[in-house]
C-alpha cells in the first residue's frame, strides 16, 4: 500500500521550500530576520535539553590574561588591543561537543575554544574551535548535524548511520571530518591544542577602514596528540582525564599560554578571493594571508567554584567591542542569535549580570525584570529610551557597525561555490605524511565500520574519491569493499 509523500513543515503546519540555505541579502548580505523557518529551528533547539547545555556541554576552565605583543592599532580601534604591553583578564572554556555533561574527555571529537575578555569597553567573546573550518556553512543545517552527534530517538545510542548519512549528504564536511579523523582529533590534553575563532570577522580601525581576520591561538606548549587506544583506555579508566591536566597544570604553576596570530584581509579583497573568504568550511592559505602575531594568552588560576565559574559562564559570538564586528558568514550570522537565547533558556534573562559573565565595565541599559534579577534591577532610574533624563544612558553615534553594501534579492540561497574537495585534499596530500596518512584512513573505516544502513558507505566513498582517488581505495580496503564502479567513470 503506497504512502502518501510527506512534506516538511514549519510548527505550524506551512510547508518549507528550503531547508538547506537560510534566507540572505543576496549572496553575501546578512541573514534576514525575516526567515521564520530558520529562526524556529535555532529557538526549538536550543530549549531541547534541560539544564544542561545542548553541546559543548562537558567542559573544563581556568582564568588568565591576555597581554598585547605587537601593535595591531592600524587594523582595529578595539581598545584591548590598542598598545603594546595592555594586559586585559579573561577567562576560557574548552569543551568538547557532543558528549554529554558525564562523558569522557577523550573522545574524538572538536574541542570548544571559548574565550571571554573583560575589556574596558565591554565584554568581548570569541567562542571557536580547537579547529579551523567547520562541518556545515550554514546556521539552519546546525540542528540537523548536532541531533545525528546525539542519540537515536529510538534506541537513545550513539548512532553512526546517521552521524555518515548526513556527513555523506553534506560534501561541505569533507574538510573538518577530515581533520577530526587526523591526528588533530584527540589531543593529548587540552593546553597542546590549538584554538581558532574559525569564521571570519570584521576588524575596524580608527578611520573607519576595515579589514577582515580569522584568529589562530597557537599553544606554546606545541601539539601533541593522543593514540586511539591509548584514549579508548583512558575513557574508562579516567574519564576526566583533561579536566584533571589543566587544573594540575595550573595548580603546580606551570601554566599555559598561547600565542594569538590573526590573518588580516583587506576589505576589498574579499570580493575577488579565490575562496569565498565568509565559507567557514575553507581556510585562507598563509602564503595569501601570513600570520600576524597580535599577543599572548595565559592561564594562571583555577576556578574557586565548578558551577558557579565554569558551568554558569554564557558565551556568545554576539558580544562584540567597538572595532570587531561580524561578517556574512552565514553559520556565524545564525550564531549570533542562538548562542544568547540559549543562555536565556538555560541559565535566565538574566545570566550576564551573573559574577562570571559580568563585564568589568560598567553596565547601562533599559533591560529589567525576569527570572533571578538579583543586582538591583535598575533601581528608580528610567526603563524605557528615548527620554529626557540628563543622566540616563545614552546613544554613542560613533560606536555604530561599519556599513558594507548588500545587493539581491531575498532568498533562500546557498553559496556561490561548491569545491567541497580541493581544500581537504591538499591538507591529505600535501600536509599529512604517509604515516599520517595512513592513520586517518584507518580511522575513518574504524568509525564506518559499525555504519549499516545501504548507500551510505558508498556515497561517503564517493566524497573520498573527489577528494582523492587513494582516500577512496584505502578506506574502502580497510572495509572489505569496493569503490562503486559508477564514482570511476
Do not use: C
Amino acid at each position: 500500500m503506497s504512502q502518501e509523500k510527506k512534506y516538511l513543515t514549519t510548527a505550524s503546519g506551512a510547508p518549507v521550500g528550503d531547508n538547506q540555505n537560510s534566507i540572505t541579502a543576496g549572496h553575501r548580505g546578512p541573514t534576514l530576520i525575516q526567515d521564520v523557518h530558520l529562526l524556529e529551528k535555532l529557538a526549538h533547539f536550543n530549549r531541547e535539553r534541560v539544564p544542561e547545555r545542548v553541546v559543548h556541554a562537558k567542559g573544563a576552565g581556568a582564568h588568565g590574561y591576555f597581554e598585547v605583543t605587537n601593535d595591531v592599532s592600524k587594523y582595529t580601534k578595539a581598545d584591548f588591543l590598542s598598545e603594546v604591553g595592555k594586559k586585559t583578564p579573561m577567562f576560557i572554556r574548552f569543551s568538547t561537543v557532543a558528549g554529554e555533561l558525564g562523558s569522557a574527555d577523550t573522545v574524538r571529537d572538536p574541542r570548544g575554544f571559548a574565550v571571554k575578555f573583560y575589556t574596558d569597553e565591554g565584554n568581548y567573546d570569541l567562542v571557536g574551535n580547537n579547529t579551523p573550518v567547520f562541518f556545515i556553512r550554514d546556521a539552519i543545517k546546525f540542528p540537523d548535524f548536532i541531533h545525528t552527534q546525539k542519540r537515536n530517538p529510538q534506541t537513545h545510542l550513539k548512532d553512526k548511520n546517521a552521524v555518515w548519512d548526513f556527513w555523506s549528504l553534506s560534501p561541505e564536511s569533507l574538510h573538518q571530518i577530515t581533520i577530526l579523523h587526523s591526528d588533530r582529533g584527540i589531543p593529548a590534553t587540552l593546553r597542546h591544542q590549538n584554538g581558532y575563532g574559525s569564521h571570519t570577522f570584521k576588524w575596524v580601525n580608527k578611520d573607519g577602514e576595515a579589514f577582515y581576520v580569522k584568529y589562530h591561538f597557537k599553544t606554546d606548549q606545541g601539539i601533541k596528540n593522543l593514540d586511539p587506544k591509548v584514549a579508548d583506555e583512558l575513557a574508562g579508566t579516567n574519564p576526566d582525564y583533561h579536566t584533571e591536566d589543566l587544573f594540575n597544570a595550573i595548580e603546580e604553576g606551570n601554566y599555559p599560554s598561547w600565542t594569538l596570530k590573526v590573518q588580516i584581509m583587506p576589505e576589498a579583497d574579499a570580493q575577488n578571493y579565490r575562496y569565498d573568504p565568509f565559507d567557514v568550511t575553507k581556510v585562507w592559505p598563509h602564503e595569501d594571508y601570513p600570520l600576524v602575531e597580535v599577543g599572548k594568552m595565559v592561564l594562571d588560576r583555577n576556578p574557586e567554584n565548578y558551577f558557579a565559574e565554569v558551568e554558569q559562564a554564557a558565551f556568545s559570538p554576539g558580544h562584540f567591542v567597538p572595532g570587531i564586528e561580524a561578517s556574512p558568514d552565514k553559520m556565524l550570522q545564525g550564531r549570533l542569535f542562538a548562542y544568547s537565547d540559549a543562555h536565556r533558556y538555560r541559565i535566565g534573562a538574566n545570566h550576564e549580570s551573573l559574577p562570571i559573565n559580568r563585564a568589568k565595565s560598567p553596565v547601562n541599559n533599559y533591560q529589567r525584570d525576569g527570572f533571578m534579577s538579583h543586582d538591583g534591577n535598575g533601581g528608580s532610574a528610567p526603563n524605557y529610551e528615548p527620554n529626557s533624563f540628563s543622566d540616563a544612558p545614552k546613544e554613542t553615534p560613533e560606536n555604530k557597525i561599519s556599513p558594507y553594501e548588500v545587493s539581491g534579492f531575498a532568498d533562500s540561497v546557498p553559496y556561490d561555490q561548491d569545491d567541497h574537495y580541493s581544500q581537504p585534499r591538499a591538507l591529505f596530500r600535501d600536509v599529512m605524511n604517509d604515516e599520517e596518512r595512513e592513520r586517518l584512513i584507518q580511522n575513518f573505516a574504524d568509525h564506518m565500520s559499525a555504519v549499516t544502513r545501504e548507500g551510505i558507505v558508498d556515497r561517503q566513498l564517493e566524497n573520498f574519491y573527489k577528494v582523492a582517488p587513494e582516500l577512496a581505495e584505502g578506506v574502502a580496503a580497510k572495509l572489505g569493499v569496493e569503490v562503486p564502479a559508477s564514482v570511476k567513470e
